[in-house]
């Protein structure tokens, strides 16, 4: 998945307006205009188009855990230059404070059945032996999931039902 899907997706899943996003980058430390935001939530194929970055994704990351869960005394975290979907989604968990079962709970509104451990995998440091990495996948359905659990009344057509497992879906 790209940082700009990504972008559109959380704005979209908790309803927030260019005023709370500028709000947003500005709790980490980063200022932006209502024009970049507008240029990143643009679909790929408009000429005003610009592509966001990892360290921008980041820092929205950062701002969204600051607005959910408060902003931490001190400096602020340095945002990553680089992001993987295992990053976007452990910086998502901690910026709702989720347990492994709500996130099973949330894949499972998107229907996805995983399991804990499979979940936990995500979590784990790189070279741990029971990492696993986030597919598009998986992050797509973690997402939807969170529009069906913080937006119900927008409800998006049926997918296929999945396990989790490669070539499980039905």
């Known amino acids: 998945m790209n940082n700009n899907d990504i972008l559109r997706r959380l704005r979209y899943t908790f309803n927030f307006d260019d005023t709370k996003m500028i709000t947003m980058f500005r709790s980490t430390g980063y200022r932006v205009t209502r024009a970049q935001i507008s240029d990143w939530l643009k679909k790929?194929?408009?000429p005003a188009f610009k592509k966001c970055s990892d360290t921008q994704m980041a820092l929205f990351l950062n701002?969204?855990?600051n607005e959910k869960r408060g902003i931490k005394e001190g400096e602020?975290?340095?945002?990553?230059?680089?992001?993987?979907n295992n990053?976007?989604?452990?910086?998502?968990?901690?910026?709702?404070?989720?347990?492994?079962?709500?996130?099973?709970e949330i894949l499972k509104r998107a229907r996805m059945n995983v399991s804990k451990h499979e979940i936990s995998a995500f979590f784990r440091k790189p070279g741990h032996k029971h990492y696993r990495n986030c597919g598009d996948q998986m992050l797509r359905t973690f997402l939807m999931g969170l529009q069906l659990?913080?937006?119900?009344?927008?409800?998006?057509?049926?997918?296929?039902?999945?396990?989790?497992?490669?070539?499980?879906?039905?």
């Open 44 to 46: 790929e194929d408009d």
């Open 63 to 65: 701002g969204l855990i």
């Open 76 to 84: 602020q975290p340095a945002p990553e230059k680089e992001l993987d």
């Open 87 to 104: 990053v976007i989604f452990r910086k998502i968990k901690i910026a709702l404070n989720l347990k492994d079962e709500e996130v099973m």
């Open 149 to 170: 659990t913080y937006r119900p009344d927008k409800q998006p057509a049926a997918g296929p039902a999945c396990s989790g497992r490669k070539g499980a879906c039905t």
